[in-house]
């Protein structure tokens, strides 16, 4: 089970820390992502990361922007937000691989768990 925080409202430049924290399975055994949809918007992959952090995948949209990190011992992946911008608003939505190797996992039917989504909303 995954569930996942820290959403909210904020203004354009602010800033916002999502949290999804993990029960019932081996954290460390599971490559994790953030997802976010926007209305009548297709879902997309925001950041990625491997079992044990080292690698992580960004979008295009979000690099220099967020960060995506873990604590293995906590079993919580964060998603740190810096100078959103209104486009950021999205349900966002944290993702669990289970994987063997430390790699990330790019695609939305490589994860086998999803948590409920939070809502970022970003104004202008």
């Known amino acids: 089970q995954l569930q996942a925080s820290g959403g909210g409202l904020v203004q354009a430049g602010g800033s916002l820390r999502l949290s999804c924290t993990a029960s019932?399975?081996?954290?460390?055994?599971?490559?994790m992502g953030w997802f976010r949809q926007a209305p009548g918007k297709e879902r997309e992959l925001v950041a990625a990361?491997?079992?044990?952090?080292?690698?992580?995948f960004y979008a295009d949209s979000v690099k220099g922007r967020f960060t995506i990190s873990r604590d293995n011992a906590k079993n919580t992946v964060y998603l740190q937000m810096n100078s959103l911008k209104p486009e950021d608003t999205a349900v966002y939505c944290c993702?669990?691989?289970?994987?063997?190797?430390?790699?990330?996992?790019?695609?939305?039917?490589?994860?086998?768990?999803w948590g409920q989504g939070t809502l970022v909303t970003v104004s202008s």
């Open positions: 990361l491997s079992r044990g952090g080292s690698v992580k």
């Open positions: 019932g399975r081996t954290f460390s055994d599971y490559a």
């Open positions: 993702a669990a691989a289970h994987t063997v190797t430390g790699a990330v996992v790019r695609t939305a039917v490589g994860y086998n768990s």
